[in-house]
């Protein structure tokens, strides 16, 4: 299902068009300008005040209201949007883009931006669907730093006939930018996401939820005596509302089955309580402890104190 993709040399593009300036692409904006991975970074946004601030932070070479004019001669399109704006961007550039483009995407539902972006997109360009696994819950163009993706893994789900120098080409850019690169299947992409990412976050919105609607216990309670494992649902239940509102609606079909298998086990962890089940509750904390070790051991956090968080990095999404 899943390829590890061989290695290339950094490359340069004669001209990089980054859609969207938030976190991911203002991060992407500075690692490409560390790099020198464009001779031209052309950077979009809908919002004027965005955009005024992109240009304070000095993040590209030009800087446009338009994403069609923004792409017009790129080589490299990255639309780093929330997923349910896809179609729209789509529309926006299918006129616009050179032949040969590489059009590539941020997103982390895959089968969704494919339906919205692929059917106005024109058959000269190469479009390549990616999601690089990396994020705070910090969002705007102040937030992104050129270090965000290094050490993450980035996905690509190619469609079938897809260009394989154009493939290879976006391969050696996200490692340039740091990352390690997988090819995915979209649809296993997307189930795979829903329980590794998204759950995490609905589950985090959750509890947090809960705790804020408690009677018997004050907000302020909550915050004051906040021990470290509430403290971690609240990073993630502080990430952007626009983009995980999206993520539920376009990843809806893989999201509902990963609830319904975890409302299953969660319905047994109850039973164990209410019997007092401990050995059952002991195999389960201990079989789920080794699934901590394996992650350390897959280099995707490190064995330090604070839940293996290193002081002012964030971990990844």
Known sequence: MRKRLDSMQTIIFDKIALIGIGL???????VIRREGLARHLAIATRSSETLEQAHHLDLGDSYTTSNAEAVRDADLVIASVPVGTSESV?????GDLKEG?????????KGSVIEQMRPHLPSHV????????????????????????????CILTPLEGTDADAMARLAAFWRACGSDVDSMDPVHHDMVLAMVSHLPHLIAYNIVGTADDLETVTKSEVIKYSAS??????????????????????NKDAILEML?????????????????DGDKLFDLFNRTRAIRRSIIEAGQDVDVPDFGRQAGKAPAE
């Open 24 to 30: 991911i692409g203002s991060s992407l904006a500075r």
């Open 126 to 153: 190469h479009f390549i669907p990616g999601h690089p696994i990396a994020g705070t819950e910090r969002s705007g163009p102040d937030a992104g730093f050129a270090e965000l993706f290094e050490g993450r893994w």
């Open 260 to 276: 319904a298998r975890f409302s299953e086990d969660l319905a047994s962890l109850q039973r164990a309580i209410r019997w007092g």
């Open 229 to 250: 494992g509430f403290r971690d649902f609240t990073r993630l239940a502080a990430s952007d509302p626009t983009m995980w509102r999206d993520v539920c609606l376009h």
């Open 101 to 109: 483009a590489i059009v590539t995407d941020v997103g982390s539902t």
């Open 90 to 94: 789509a529309r926006d550039i299918a």
